[in-house]
């Protein structure tokens, strides 16, 4: 069973976050911190071998 090529790929994480926050008009600044605070997150989660994996979320 493969994907249909033709489809088009849902939004990427980051992505979702950011039209969220500008449909509830929040500032440019807050945009940019929750961004900023989901990268870390990510990130710290993903390199960190005491935390579980990223595939729990």
């Known amino acids: 069973m ?7 790929a849902s939004p990427r ?3 979702r976050v950011r039209e ?6 929040y500032s440019i600044r807050t945009e940019q911190a929750y961004v900023d605070w989901i990268r870390r997150f990510i ?3 993903s390199t960190n071998p005491i935390l579980p994996g990223l595939a729990t979320l």
């Open 2 to 8: 493969t994907a249909d090529p033709s489809a088009p």
């Open 20 to 25: 969220r926050i500008r449909v509830k008009h």
């Open 43 to 45: 990130r710290k989660r």
């Open 13 to 15: 994480l980051l992505d």
